[in-house]
């Protein structure tokens, strides 16, 4: 039997930011993660490149049943302060839009810059450990593997969300949750593509690789951001955006002209070119292949611009200004990015992590009930969960 002061368990981008701050401050860490690398979505996060913060993080850009509960974690480790730990490792980073940091070369410096400070900090790491049990007794946790058994005073569980399970995602934190008596609640994939309907399917997947900027709505949030057609759906990140909160049944409404008047814009053609055909006109604002679908499928009909009455001018407009899509589910944990749900933050201190009624247990990062939304800020959660988590595990 081994002892520790703290298990993690989960080398992500929380579990590595936890054991690093409880090792700074002398307690004995050991990390144990299933897989044969450290920090495998950071890795394949961004496009290579990691977005690993974003500079307008705050507590309006997550998702929980708890909106408060975040507030406390993001306001005492700011991504001001991670942006300064990248700048300590010398890794050159750039904004890409909308306050989205990504990394120059390679996320590969995030886990590098990881696990230098893991390092000095006397961070312990176990790959490829498949824990079978855990149980508490005596104010210890044991945590057995196959081959060992290891006790620790603080057990932290940062083991992410259901996401990508081919990269070693699995429930493991969501049971052991409920193990100990805390609530989990109910989880759904999000930041994901949507699916179309079969009906829609044969009518769009002609296009899809067609893209453009639009605003997407969905349960009163709108976002304003580019949307892709592709075979399966809808995607792009205005579609990955309100994919967090679309429920399924439910529209997702479309202004695909969001910059430009269509009314305005049809009359002001008409005046200039009136012999012209409106599918010429449209084709200035929007694809002109998804011009020509819109056409195909009767949503407006094509006629020269002289021929409109500003009523026909109308109807156009509402069409494209709120055009309503009714998706038939999403692409699920294959494709997206986060997990939405999980354990119940009731049951949590938002000031240490730790489950109020299970001392020594500690809960961050994606396996919590907090979703950010795209652009940097799951890995902004990730960071300051698990930094306030090693002030006191
Ligand atoms: P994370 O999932 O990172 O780590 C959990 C660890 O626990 C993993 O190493 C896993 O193998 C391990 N584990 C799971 N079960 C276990 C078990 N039973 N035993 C032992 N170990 C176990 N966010 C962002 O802000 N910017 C971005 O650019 C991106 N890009 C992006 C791309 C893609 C493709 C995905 C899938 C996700 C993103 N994200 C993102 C989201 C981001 O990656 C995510 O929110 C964080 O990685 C969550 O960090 P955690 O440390 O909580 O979990």
Partial sequence: ??????????????????????GKRGRRVLVLDNGKRVGRKILMSGGGRCNFTNMYAGPENFLSQNKHFCKSALSRYTQWDFIALVQKHSIAYHEKSLGQLFCDDSAK???DMLLKEAKDANVQLALQQ???????????????TPELSQQCQSLVIASGGL?????????????????????????????????????????????????????????????PEDMLFTHRGLSGPAILQISSYWQPGEDVTVNMSPQTDITEFLAAQQQAHPEQELKTALAKLLPKRLVE????????????????????????????????????????YRTAEVTIGGVDT????????????????????????????????????????????????
Avoid at 2 to 20: P, T
Avoid at 316 to 331: M, Q, R, W
Wanted: aromatic share 10%; hydrophobic share 45%; with cysteine.
């Fill in 109 to 111: 410096d995030i886990v």
């Fill in 293 to 332: 679908k819109l056409i195909d499928i009767k949503a407006v009909n094509n006629q020269p611009l002289k021929t409109l009455h500003s009523k026909s001018m109308r109807q156009i407009a509402d069409t494209l200004h709120s055009y309503v899509f009714k998706p038939n589910g999403t692409e699920g």
């Fill in 1 to 22: 039997m081994q002892q520790w002061d703290v298990i993690v368990v989960g080398a992500g981008a929380a579990g590595l930011m936890c054991a690093i701050e409880a």
């Fill in 346 to 393: 009731d049951g949590l201190s938002s000031k240490t992590m730790e489950a109020k009624h299970q001392p020594g247990l500690y809960f961050i990062g994606e396996v919590v009930d907090v979703t950010g939304w795209l652009g940097g800020y799951n890995f902004q959660w990730a960071w300051a969960s698990g930094w306030v988590a090693g002030q006191y595990c």
């Fill in 130 to 144: 498949n824990i079978t049990a855990v149980s508490f007794a005596d104010g210890q946790y044991t945590v057995s």
């Fill in 163 to 223: 996401s990508l399970p081919n990269l070693g995602a699995t429930a493991f934190g969501f049971q052991l949750a409920e193990q100990f008596g805390l609530k989990v609640l109910p989880l759904r994939a999000a930041l994901v593509p949507l699916t179309w309907q079969p009906a829609d399917k044969a009518v769009f997947e002609e296009i899809s690789g067609v893209s453009l900027p639009v605003t997407a709505e969905a349960n009163g949030t709108v976002f």
